[in-house]
């Protein structure tokens, strides 16, 4: 294979595993935005996510539905868990906060073995996945549709916290709580809101990894950890840097393996994140100053 | 400054969990008392993460002790079965450990599904003179440091080695001198590296590129690009069914043309499932069990392979695994020590060590002694090729 045709290969792989990223790390922003609460057990959601759909597809639907249900059913979650596990303490600090969330996440992962048992599963690739070659490279459908979704998202967000009364009332509630409960918005409501609506996309990335690597009770660990990373290097206060951080993640890890060593990945990725906490703690993309979101 | 160290900590905190996560459910166990009986413990991991591992081997385990018993037991004496779920927990493993020689008193042990779990379980057979056999693959558990055997411990899984010298054989049949090695980043993984390391040169072959990838791995593509420009002659992806597939898939995807070998661990249904048409053509080394109906009728092992295999697809209504294969093994090679030497323990490790050879086994031909209580050779693996969802036995 020649050089130019390997970068190209690996540009395409960084995208979609970077898109997998995105898709995870906009729920970090949205609920850390939102209630102030680091969410670990988004990878969680994916993996919820990844199975309900596998299941509902088993159980005879067609795939389409099976995504909104599943969707659905993973915000259902989320929103459960609000309820009974953020909300009940949203008076303690930060971090009694952070280690409800690391303990949920251990309980979700609990669930799904007594659910689904150990066994990975997979799903079918959402359209005919014939590789598309493109200058000795190839991409395949399935990466198409990851990287599609994720891009989309990012133009819903922008969209969604610009444009609509609803994405300001949540902007709002981050900007100054006190002021937005004085204008009417409800702080409470907001935060069942971003968790609920998180978990829903942490659900979608689920899915749409699932055709490309499987799915198991355990696959929302690592997925959950890498998006926090990507998130932290984008920065973890803006969703587009978010995502933009991500995809440089993606992209870092896929040249290290493919020009260097595999194992040397996570070292790349974690020492960039070290760095960047060290160097510019508000992330590579986000503003330095100025409101959330 | 207070948010970032908060962020570290948090990771570091992360990583330990993911680490350190385990699972527990209800023990299981019965307790009589009969001198009349010839008492044997079976530890497996029924339940958690090992379960799909442990439970065909306590069914098979019971299976045949029933029918041990039902044909006049052993020199007319029934056998008691106490069994123990270590629930994949090394402290659960050795607390049943423990409880069966104290309180049990077995007069063995046959068990230990994961190879931790064996490892944590020999030091007490090992202190209180108790045979312990032993259904894990790791090859610690019957050597130690130095090369010699564990005096009391036996294990019936092959060694990796095995598997990985049985590869290196075929590879060289088919002279592929050129491969390269991918492992999955786990004990697994290395493992077998090492052992294809030390081996690779004295079948002539050598590795154009050696690399890893993690066993949560999505993408394998990045590294696969390097490997294509290597240029091998095969390619060699050593790791369990989950990681394997998709590695297999990128291969595919990628349109890499060259043979393509798996370890012995995707032996299973589910790489049909997780890797679809991608698995068609891989070749890897396996048991002979799944492939048994193909065996040739000179085959010493074929008639037993397909007698077990009915007699536990009937039984419990699902298909046979390797796992179930190996307490097998284990009992029978201890019920011809019992049947010469009754139920002094020491005797029965001399008998086991001195006088199993060509035992005629699920997993092979067994010919143990003094310096080798695992007592197989590659020669008790086949190639076996995967073929639209079907095992095909390789010549």
Redesign the interface.
Known sequence: ?EVHS?VI??L???L??GS?YALIAIGFVIIYNVTGV?N?AQGEFAMFGALISISLINAGLPLWAAVIFSMLIVSVIGALFERTAIHPARKSS??TL?IIT?GCS?AF??IA?LIW??????LQPFTDNT?IKFLNA?L?PQSIWSIGIAILILFAMIYFFNKTFVGKALTACVVNPFAARLMGINPEKMSLLAISASAGLGALAGIV?SP???A?Y??G??L??KA?VAA?VGGLTNAPAAIAGAFVIGIL???????W???A??VVS?SM??LI??IK?EGLFAKASGKRV | MKKLWLLIFLLISMLLISACNSDSKSASGSNESDSDTIKIAGIFSSSGGAAPLGEPGLETLKMIVKKQNEEGGINGKKIELVTYDDKSDQNEAVLAMKKAITQDKAVAIIGGTISGNALAMLPLSEQNKVPFISTASSRQIHQKEDGTAREWVFKMPQDDSHAVEKLLQYLKEKGHSKVAWLNVANSFGTGAHAEFKKSARKYGIEAVIEDEFEATVKDAKPVLTRVKKAKPQALIVWGTVQETSVVIKNIRELAIDLPVLGSHGIGSQQIFNLAGDSANGVIFPGGRLIVADQLSDTDPQKEILLNYKEEYEKEFKKPVSLFGAHPWDGFYILVKALEEKGTDRAAIRDYLENNTSEFVGLAGVFSLSPKNHNGLTPDSLVMIKIENGKWVLEE
């Open positions: 294979m390997q290969q690996l395409f792989s960084g979609t595993i997998i680091l670990l930060v971090p952070i690391i251990i992962r609990g073995i048992g150990t066994q990975p599963q997979s590789p190839v395949l990894t490309i690597s499987g198991s355990d696959m660990m690592m959950g950890l926090f932290v890890e896929s040249f290290t393996e493919g020009l060593s595999s194992g990945k996570d974690f994140l070290l906490l060290f703690p």
